[in-house]
Nanobody
Framework: QVQLVESGGGSVQAGGSLRLSCEAS????????MGWFRQAPGKEREVVAV???????DYADSVKGRFTISKDNALNTLYLQMDNLKLEDTAIYHC?????????????????????WGQGTQVTVSS
């Protein structure tokens, strides 16, 4: 049974930093495309960043230069370092996994390309 469990969310002032973690069980992150998505109230779920089995990354334009996705295959854990947080980063952040080597093969499918999802962790940025 695959489980993805996020942690690290919380409340922070604009300009601050948070580090999200996603621990996977029943799933080998070393051969997978992993990603972070977020959903703000009243908005659709959107991709934040993805990383494939080879370590290639891709980011939404809105977070480039501020967020960094990484993973530790030995710990089966995905991370999202979020710096210089803005009010518009407020959302529930979900990690997701797809049993494919390259994220490029599922890029066109967006969120529907990912088979496994965590419950999410709330990130709130205030002024």
């Amino acid at each position: 049974q695959v489980q993805l469990v996020e942690s690290g969310g919380g409340s922070v002032q604009a300009g601050g930093s948070l580090r999200l973690s996603c621990e996977a069980s029943g799933f080998d992150t070393s051969g997978a495309c992993m990603g972070w998505f977020r959903q703000a109230p009243g908005k659709e779920r959107e991709v934040v960043a993805v990383i494939d089995a080879g370590g290639s990354t891709d980011y939404a334009d809105s977070v480039k230069g501020r967020f960094t996705i990484s993973k530790d295959n030995a710990l089966n854990t995905l991370y999202l370092q979020m710096d210089n947080l803005k009010l518009e980063d407020t959302a529930i952040y979900h990690c997701a996994a797809a049993a494919v080597w390259s994220c490029a093969v599922i890029r066109a499918r967006g969120a529907s390309g990912f088979s496994f999802w965590g419950q999410g962790t709330q990130v709130t940025v205030s002024s």
